[in-house]
């Protein structure tokens, strides 16, 4: 009943389990470090909900075993199709009553719609608004 976030500059194992019991998880790999060249994100989870937000440099594949929940892979802002021999994501796992989204975005940190992005994402939305408000008039 609570929410784990971790963003910024940090090293992902090759095998990373994530926990969620009525609560939020938010992962941000943009900024990340990988151990290995394939990376597995194994989700174990009861009425929650969990965001992975990948970089359009990753080739990222989503499975899953949902219970009345939902697995999707999502592409968010401008993304790039990654080479053959691009590092992968593999989300695996299973959540009952609860949601797992990866987002693949080549937006960077503290932009796009992305809640993972907190205060610095939501500043830059503001921002946006204003100028394009601005050159309306």
């Known amino acids: 009943m ?3 976030k971790r963003t910024g ?3 992902v194992p090759a095998r990373l389990v994530l926990s969620v019991a009525m609560g939020d ?5 943009r900024e ?12 174990r989870g009861l009425m929650g909900d969990v965001k992975i937000i990948a970089p359009d ?3 990222v594949r ?5 219970i009345m929940a939902e697995f999707r ?4 802002g401008e993304t790039a199709e990654p080479p053959p021999d691009a590092p992968q994501l593999l989300v695996t796992g299973s959540m009952a009553m609860g949601d797992v989204t990866v987002w693949r975005t080549g937006d960077p940190v503290g932009s796009g ?4 992005d907190g205060l610095a994402g939501i500043r830059q939305r503001r921002r946006e608004r204003r100028r394009s408000r601005r050159h309306q008039t």
């Open 32 to 43: 990340a470090r990988f151990a290995a060249r394939n990376t597995e994100i194994e989700v």
């Open 73 to 76: 892979q999502r592409e968010g």
């Open 2 to 4: 609570g929410s784990t």
């Open 62 to 66: 989503v499975t899953g075993s949902p």
């Open 9 to 11: 500059a940090w090293e």
């Open 57 to 59: 440099t990753m080739r």
């Open 113 to 116: 719609t992305f809640g993972v």
């Open 25 to 29: 998880v938010r992962i941000d790999l």
